[in-house]
């Protein structure tokens, strides 16, 4: 069940906005919140990357800064019109992510933020695979997203915000182990690094150059 905090912040986006940027301030700010994922990667201005699940554009904000072919998808129309209005040199499609309407091999990257926490577990492992389809051979699916906190005194903290602002899919996805299901969902390499105490990942998958 949604919280009246949660309807708020999709509504709202200045709510959000501001939500997203106190949480941010764990890992340093909101600049390297939304790019922490793809701390490495060798990204050019001809990199094609997908913002998947790309809300308002919060985080295509950051990428068109590093490359300029980036494409956001998400199921939300509200979204995207928003999106395009604050990322107009982004491309924006409506689509789901478990079924998205891209060709096969089309990415270089995949990025997502804080966004599978929000699917169940069935939506969770069919956009495991899409997002393993649409990458090119040697592709690489970059994300960050919540972690159960290795710090115990960061679990309280962690269980309002969820009982705030999320549902129990945030639960869940806490639970699982993450690298493990994208090693199901085909992805030969999985990197993982823990920030915050714990309480987020970002993780590097890797497709094979065979694929």
Request: with cysteine; glycine share 6%; aromatic share 10%.
């Amino acid at each position: 069940m949604a919280t009246i905090f949660r309807d708020l912040s999709y509504r709202y986006q200045w709510f959000y906005d501001g939500i997203s940027r106190m949480a941010a301030i764990a890992v340093g700010g909101e600049s390297r919140f939304r790019t922490l994922a793809l701390q490495g990667l060798d990204i050019t201005p001809a990199t094609a990357i997908l913002d998947l699940c790309c809300g308002s554009g919060q985080t295509t904000s950051f990428l068109v800064n590093q490359c300029q072919d980036v494409t956001g998808l998400d199921a939300s129309p509200r979204s995207i019109q928003r999106a395009q209005n604050n990322v107009p040199q982004a491309k924006f499609v409506e689509g789901w992510a478990e079924a998205m309407p891209f060709s096969d091999a089309q990415f270089d990257v995949v990025h997502t933020s804080v966004a599978l926490h929000e699917m169940k577990p069935e939506q969770l492992r069919q956009i495991l695979q899409e997002v393993h389809r649409v990458l090119k051979p040697g592709g690489i699916f970059a994300l960050i997203d919540f972690h159960a906190p290795t710090n115990p005194l960061l679990m309280p903290g962690l269980a309002m915000f969820f009982w705030l602002f999320e549902t129990e899919t945030a639960w869940h996805l806490i639970q699982i182990n993450l690298p493990e299901w994208l090693q199901d969902a085909g992805f030969a390499t999985v990197y993982c690094n823990l920030h915050a105490g714990g309480s987020l990942q970002t993780l590097q998958a890797h497709k094979d150059q065979l694929s």
